[in-house]
């Protein structure tokens, strides 16, 4: 009888400790399930409220902006020759500079490195070039001062417009940092034809202008006289339709970076 009293005492207990441990069990379950829950819309909210930590990076680093950078650093040493009088050896810098320009392009073409900033920086290597040569010839006394003028202002009002068009196209939240961070494309530059040919005119009237105490030219000759004339036209007319075109200013969408872009490779593509 004592037995089946203590049997009858400790039955209870062994229920109610087991029905303890299960509800011990419940809580730990559901208070993991709350973390986890809680969690993951914390990183989403995170996300949103960050949204530059998504923006798409490109390359930057690649071998013809490389060669470009170096084109823009060498610029202001051919001025530094041409204002010393040493035209021949600025004009051998003129042909490397050339020939680096030729040469990135192919690369960039050959083995798929071209990039946004390689659209922008590669046009300001030419403008910087020839700016430089604008002003060192001018000052020597080989380039009318009024053609001077109108070659520089143009380029000066250009380089105005694209520090706005920057600003105006970069992706929120804008900020000098992410403005001047050149991996965040946001606009892309399209030369338009008569910027192109108003640039092989301005280069042949540089180099012929730098050729000529070099070669014994006289500066008034007729044929480069001509060339001032023309370059000075075409100068005008491309910088008026760089205002009226449509097309040589492209905003990027956000379809189009993810298309150039290439994906890291630990991202695997969807399955159709």
């Not at 949204?51 to 060498?74: F, G, K, Q, W, Y």
């Not at 961070?181 to 338009?192: A, Y």
Request: aromatic share 8%; net charge positive.
């Amino acid at each position: 009888m004592v037995e089946g009293l203590q049997r009858h005492r400790l039955q209870p207990a062994g229920v109610l400790g087991g029905r303890i441990w299960i509800a011990t069990g419940r809580i730990c379950l559901g208070a993991v399930y709350q973390t986890r829950s809680k969690s993951k819309p914390a990183i989403e909210r995170k996300d949103k409220a960050d949204p530059a930590a998504s923006d798409p990076h490109e390359r930057v680093l690649t071998i013809p902006n490389a060669l470009t950078m170096a084109r823009i650093v060498l610029s202001p040493y051919i001025g530094y020759l041409i204002i010393q009088g040493d035209c021949g050896l600025a004009l051998a810098g003129c042909v490397i500079f050339g020939l680096s320009d030729a040469l990135d392009g192919y690369i960039a073409r050959k083995y798929n490195m071209s990039s946004f900033v390689g659209s922008i920086i590669d046009p300001a290597a030419d403008k910087m070039l020839m700016t430089v040569l604008t002003l060192a010839l001018a000052y020597n006394g080989l380039l009318p001062t009024v053609l001077a003028a109108v070659i520089v202002g143009r380029d000066v009002a250009l380089s105005f417009a694209a520090f706005f068009i920057r600003w105006a196209t970069l992706p929120p939240p804008k900020s000098l940092k992410r403005y001047f961070d050149l991996s965040i494309p946001s606009v892309e530059v399209r030369p338009t034809l008569i910027s192109k040919w108003n640039t092989a005119l301005q280069l042949l009237l540089m180099g012929a202008t730098l050729a000529s105490p070099v070669f014994g030219i006289p500066a008034n000759w007729i044929g480069l006289v001509a060339l001032q004339w023309i370059t000075g036209g075409t100068t005008i007319a491309s910088g008026v339709g760089y205002l009226f075109s449509k097309d040589a200013v492209h905003r990027l969408t956000k379809a189009e970076v993810a298309k150039r872009i290439p994906k890291p490779k630990h991202i695997l593509p969807k399955k159709k």
